[in-house]
């Protein structure tokens, strides 16, 4: 979508903006972006990926100012915490009675199949696949990127056991480090055990402050045990969706030819919208817990680090851009040397007008980097509210080195899975 560049006398780039045609710089490495509005979303990933990120980002657009309202005056937030958890758990204890239903009724039928009845064997088998379905399953820990060994990573992990040690927390379970410019927070197992996800592309370009910023906000998470995080709440979520995906059999032209076959799906394809709805109706519920554990994460790890590295650090959160472009040229031209020496320069270079776009970005009325988080001016209002002037956590240069030289051993292999992944991206 970009428009012709031009080259003016001061060797400057300029273009056209595509909305309004106004004369508007253009920058190799950074993001065109108009004045005018053009080019000013958060992310190119921004519009709803489903039915379930639509009706979430609804919501918050509906209830996010009153929940930042309540949240910066605190006005009965442990009623309305209580209240939401009470329902959430019950909504939930609904899914899995549905299931527990399936498999009483599965055991009966058996019954019935030994007393002779061997028919009801066949519905049996029928009802113990559907039980199977529904059952809750254990999350298994899923990543594509490198399990860090507390040897190897030693200095990396001191960190964030100190982070944890502040938050009185017991230390996490594993450090990830994996190839995307995002980072994140999962429990998984028998035991919900806990990891932390960072991606280089990201933590790569934090100072060590803002990296204390970004680590105390995923651990923050754990302290919060919001719903979304809590076994009992997700793995009906999951169930839910699992329905709904079941029931809404994907789009074919040529079985809707088949007069029973389409009349067979649209049937199916609403009784879809029965978990649908419930899904819908459980987000309701748990939005408010969710989101008001994400202006606590940042709460918690402002106290870490500082409220002006934690301000510093989501600004830094919409570089998504300039990191796919720096990769993109990377591999179409087929630049020599490491890609995240060159990378990095271009990221610690920022220009003014970089800067401005992402002050602008921030301060849109709803936007916002992910739909599980709440937009960023209100993020940004919450943090300036609670102003933390000093910091819990602080690396010395000495320490702060070690962890930029361990981070330094991984960029190769990571690298090179961010080289493929966008390799095979290209076909
Ligand atoms: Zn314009
Ligand atoms: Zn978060």
Same mark, same amino acid.
């Given at each position: &979508? $970009?428009?012709?560049?031009? =080259?003016?006398?001061?060797?400057?780039?300029?273009?056209?903006?595509?909305?309004?045609?106004?004369?508007?710089?253009? !920058?190799?490495?950074?993001?065109?972006?108009?004045?005018?509005?053009?080019?000013?979303?958060?992310?190119?990933?921004?519009?709803? $990926?489903?039915?379930?990120?639509?009706?979430?980002?609804?919501?918050?657009?509906?209830?996010? @100012?009153?929940?930042?309202?309540? &949240?910066?005056?605190?006005?009965?937030?442990?009623?309305? +915490?209580?209240?939401?958890?009470?329902?959430?758990?019950?909504?939930?204890?609904?899914? !899995?009675? =549905?299931?527990?239903?399936?498999?009483?009724?599965?055991?009966? #039928?058996?019954?019935?199949?030994?007393?002779?009845?061997?028919?009801?064997?066949?519905?049996?088998?029928?009802?113990?696949?559907?039980?199977?379905?529904?059952?809750?399953?254990?999350?298994?820990?899923?990543?594509?990127?490198?399990?860090?060994?507390?040897?190897?990573?030693?200095?990396?992990? %001191? +960190?964030?056991?100190?982070?944890?040690?502040?938050?009185?927390?017991?230390?996490?379970?594993? +450090?990830?480090?994996?190839?995307?410019?995002?980072?994140?927070? %999962?429990?998984?197992?028998?035991?919900?055990?806990?990891?932390?996800?960072?991606?280089?592309?990201?933590?790569?370009?934090?100072?060590?402050?803002?990296?204390?910023?970004?680590?105390?906000?995923?651990?923050?998470?754990? =302290?919060?045990?919001? %719903?979304?995080?809590?076994?009992?709440?997700?793995?009906?979520?999951?169930?839910?969706?699992?329905?709904?995906?079941?029931?809404?059999?994907?789009?074919?032209?040529?079985?809707?030819?088949?007069?029973?076959?389409?009349?067979?799906?649209?049937?199916? @394809?609403?009784?879809?919208?029965?978990?649908?709805?419930?899904?819908?109706?459980?987000?309701?519920?748990?939005?408010?817990?969710?989101?008001?554990?994400?202006?606590?994460?940042?709460?918690?790890? %402002?106290?870490?680090?500082?409220?002006?590295?934690?301000?510093?650090?989501?600004?830094?959160?919409?570089?998504?851009?300039?990191?796919?472009?720096?990769? $993109?040229?990377?591999?179409?031209?087929?630049?020599?040397?490491?890609?995240?020496?060159?990378? @990095?320069?271009?990221? +610690?270079?920022?220009?003014?007008?970089?800067?401005?776009?992402?002050?602008?970005?921030?301060?849109?009325?709803?936007?916002? #980097?992910?739909?599980? !988080?709440?937009?960023?001016?209100?993020?940004?209002?919450?943090?300036?509210? !609670?102003?933390?002037?000093?910091?819990?956590?602080?690396?010395?240069?000495?320490?702060?080195?070690?962890?930029?030289?361990?981070? @330094?051993?991984?960029?190769?292999?990571?690298?090179?899975?961010?080289? $493929?992944?966008?390799?095979?991206?290209?076909?």
């Amino acid at each position: &979508m $970009q428009a012709e560049a031009t =080259v003016s006398q001061t060797d400057e780039t300029y273009q056209a903006c595509p909305s309004c045609g106004r004369r508007i710089p253009a !920058h190799a490495n950074y993001r065109s972006w108009c004045e005018c509005g053009w080019n000013l979303e958060p992310s190119d990933q921004d519009a709803p $990926q489903g039915r379930i990120e639509a009706t979430y980002l609804k919501l918050g657009q509906r209830i996010g @100012k009153k929940l930042l309202q309540d &949240m910066i005056q605190d006005s009965d937030a442990q009623g309305k +915490l209580f209240r939401g958890r009470l329902l959430t758990n019950l909504f939930s204890g609904l899914v !899995h009675a =549905v299931t527990a239903a399936l498999l009483i009724g599965c055991c009966y #039928l058996i019954v019935k199949g030994m007393q002779g009845y061997y028919f009801f064997y066949l519905l049996a088998a029928v009802v113990a696949l559907a039980v199977w379905f529904s059952m809750p399953r254990i999350p298994k820990l899923s990543y594509d990127g490198i399990l860090l060994s507390r040897q190897e990573y030693a200095a990396l992990y %001191a +960190l964030v056991d100190e982070i944890c040690e502040e938050m009185r927390l017991p230390r996490i379970d594993g +450090l990830i480090l994996d190839h995307r410019f995002n980072a994140s927070y %999962a429990q998984a197992g028998w035991r919900m055990k806990r990891y932390v996800t960072l991606g280089l592309p990201l933590f790569g370009i934090l100072d060590r402050e803002e990296r204390i910023a970004l680590i105390g906000h995923e651990i923050a998470h754990g =302290v919060n045990r919001d %719903a979304r995080r809590s076994f009992f709440t997700l793995s009906a979520y999951r169930t839910l969706i699992r329905w709904h995906d079941l029931l809404n059999p994907q789009d074919s032209l040529i079985l809707e030819r088949n007069w029973a076959v389409f009349l067979s799906k649209n049937v199916l @394809k609403l009784l879809s919208y029965i978990p649908l709805y419930m899904a819908v109706g459980f987000i309701h519920l748990y939005y408010y817990e969710s989101q008001r554990a994400e202006y606590l994460a940042d709460a918690l790890s %402002a106290e870490m680090s500082g409220t002006e590295a934690m301000m510093r650090l989501n600004d830094k959160l919409y570089g998504e851009q300039t990191f796919s472009m720096a990769l $993109q040229r990377y591999v179409l031209n087929g630049q020599q040397g490491s890609f995240f020496e060159a990378y @990095k320069a271009i990221a +610690l270079a920022m220009p003014e007008r970089e800067r401005e776009r992402i002050r602008r970005v921030e301060l849109l009325e709803g936007s916002r #980097l992910d739909y599980t !988080h709440p937009p960023g001016a209100y993020r940004i209002q919450f943090l300036q509210r !609670h102003y933390r002037s000093s910091a819990k956590v602080a690396l010395t240069d000495e320490r702060s080195d070690r962890i930029e030289a361990e981070l @330094k051993k991984a960029e190769p292999r990571i690298e090179a899975r961010m080289i $493929q992944d966008f390799q095979a991206s290209l076909y």
